[in-house]
């Protein structure tokens, strides 16, 4: 008798691992982008106030990209791979998400085969190394339609919910198409 599961898992391996070199790759050969280097010319201020008022009011995007690149310079440093490295690894993780996502909804063919696509696109894998808000976005988008399946199947635990909400949350200070998103998943939890 084949163990699906067994092979799903090492597929399912293979895809992130490959999805990971590529994405580390592209990280490291490519160099800042202008919407990249926008984003760090407001960040190095003293205060938070200074960094609200001159980074974030003078942005149009919400402010947890912002607050986090301030604080992750300050912390790592500014080399292009160094600022990059949280967004690639959720650009990983999303491959995985993905999966889980793909499986809950359907089964697991299906999700290797979403895993198979965030991995080796070039839309999430250029958008998924960028330090922008797309990776974060794809990682909360895929986390809300994880969770709103498990309220629809009515397995929704108290973690459930909160993983729901958190994501929610966190999207409206993302990116407007995150909360957009949000917004649209929360209207078809109320039909």
């Known amino acids: 008798m084949i163990n699906t599961k067994f092979y799903s898992t090492i597929w399912l391996w293979i895809i992130i691992c ?25 960040i190095g201020y003293n205060h938070f106030s200074e960094l609200i008022h001159y980074g974030i009011l003078t942005d149009n995007h919400p402010a947890l990209l912002q607050v986090f690149l301030h604080y992750w310079s300050k ?6 791979f160094i600022i990059r490295a949280p967004f690639v690894l959720l650009s990983i993780y999303s491959i995985y998400l993905s999966f889980q996502t793909g499986k809950v909804w359907f089964n697991s063919r299906v999700g290797l085969l979403l895993a198979i696509c965030i991995s080796t696109l070039q839309f999430p894998i250029t958008y998924g190394i960028w330090a922008r808000p797309y990776s974060i976005g794809i990682v909360l988008s895929l986390g809300l339609l994880y969770t709103y399946k498990m309220i629809l199947k009515n397995k929704a635990s108290k973690k459930a919910w909160f993983i729901y909400g958190l994501c929610g949350i966190l999207s409206f200070y993302t990116h407007y198409f995150s909360a957009l998103f949000f917004i649209l998943v929360n209207f078809l939890l109320m039909l």
């Open 18 to 42: 490959f999805g990971a070199c590529l994405r580390i790759y592209a990280a490291h050969i490519s160099p800042l982008t202008h919407d990249e280097l926008s984003a760090l010319s407001r």
């Open 75 to 80: 912390i790592a440093g500014t080399s292009v």
